[in-house]
């Protein structure tokens, strides 16, 4: 690796896209960072302006920020169809990058930001900030120990709220779906932290006729993967009518126990049999509720998407991101992780394509 930045060194930080609605919650994070300095931001758009005067950053030009000296990191955050480009640019520059997911359009992309990483030895790593919920650990722990015993089966639901669905965020164009491949991918990559890839799947990806608003992609998803060992079911809801992630869950059905993991408010519950080492009966966490909401609202900055108020996993995200950056620790998310995922994706969207028909891997 060619990164490893001492503690004793202000990071500089800049940002390439500012019209992603996490930008504004993660360059507050670096923000509220010690030793961190903010400098400067580049996006093609009207937003640019409104963004760095409510932040309190200097617009730069793109070619400005990738060739100057102090900024060691950029943040990734444009529409899909740049995220590609804009990350190998930043990484041929000798900068580290934090892009937000899915950091790109597809396969096609996110495999030359494999290589890219490959090829300049640059710290790489995706925003998927749900993983940094300490209900997340938790299972990864308890999964990894064989509390559970055998897991055969798995259940995953996730959906989007606030009629995101329906916002040209969930619909540009390239992108693979809308809904489920912006803010399903997410789970994904849950799933694939927990469980590792599976071996094909089945899906099913609709879009009910004269139901919701015709304009948005799809509706509902409910798909199926295939492993040696076990089978996980994923649902998917695009109108979720609730404002933060509380119907968001993964649970694991072991031959000794199951296990519930929710990310915000983070959460979990556990069941032992009794005969794993482990009291029998229900244990049942809760890390918060809601002190600070988790999208506050729609500003001069983000008009269409409101903007992310709760700080908890942009700070907890940073604090990664940051330390790979002093230590030289490889990413904790990094660039294949971010190709699997649309690996998956797209047979999703193929089996749906042939009626469920199952799509190997």
């Not at 669905?165 to 799933?191: E, K, N, S, W």
């Not at 609730?242 to 915000?264: C, F, H, K, N, Q």
Request: include cysteine.
């Amino acid at each position: 690796m060619s990164y490893a930045i001492g503690d004793d060194k202000t990071l500089g930080i800049a940002c390439l896209g500012i019209t992603h609605p996490h930008t504004s919650g993660r360059v507050k994070a670096f923000q509220r960072m010690p030793n961190t300095r903010l400098m400067g931001a580049y996006d093609k758009s009207d937003l640019l302006t409104p963004f760095c005067d409510a932040l309190g950053l200097e617009a730069r030009s793109k070619e400005d920020i990738l060739a100057d000296p102090d900024v060691h990191a950029v943040m990734i955050h444009p529409k899909s169809y740049l995220m590609a480009d804009w990350a190998i640019e930043a990484m041929e520059a000798g900068k580290a990058v934090l892009c937000e997911k899915p950091a790109g359009r597809g396969s096609s992309d996110t495999v030359r930001l494999v290589e890219t990483v490959e090829r300049t030895g640059q710290l790489f790593q995706v925003g998927y900030c749900w993983r940094y919920a300490p209900s997340v650990d938790k299972m990864q722990e308890v999964l990894q120990s064989g509390q559970l015993g055998r897991v055969l089966q798995v259940r995953a639901h996730a959906g989007c709220s606030h009629n995101e669905a329906d916002t040209d965020h969930m619909r540009q164009p390239g992108d693979i779906g809308g809904a489920f491949y912006v803010i399903g991918c997410h789970t994904i990559d849950r799933l694939l932290l927990h469980f590792g890839k599976p071996k094909s799947v089945n899906a099913r990806i609709t879009k009910f006729p004269g139901l919701m608003e015709p304009t948005a992609r799809e509706d509902a998803v409910g798909a199926i993967l295939n492993y040696d060992d076990k089978i996980i079911t994923i649902d998917f809801m695009s109108w979720d009518p609730l404002p933060w992630t509380e119907s968001w869950d993964i649970t694991a059905y072991g031959t000794e126990g199951v296990m519930s993991s929710r990310p915000m408010p983070a959460s979990y519950k556990i069941y032992n049999s009794g005969k794993n080492g482990h009291q029998a009966g229900w244990t049942e966490w809760n890390e918060t509720s809601f002190p600070e909401i988790w999208a506050v609202r729609k500003t001069v900055y983000s008009p269409e998407i409101a903007e992310i108020g709760n700080p908890v996993y942009f700070d907890r995200e940073a604090a990664t991101f940051v330390n790979s950056l002093r230590t030289g620790v490889p990413s904790n998310v990094p660039a294949q992780q971010a190709h699997n995922i649309n690996l998956i994706l797209e047979a999703l969207f193929q089996s749906s394509a042939q009626d469920g028909a199952e799509v190997q891997l």
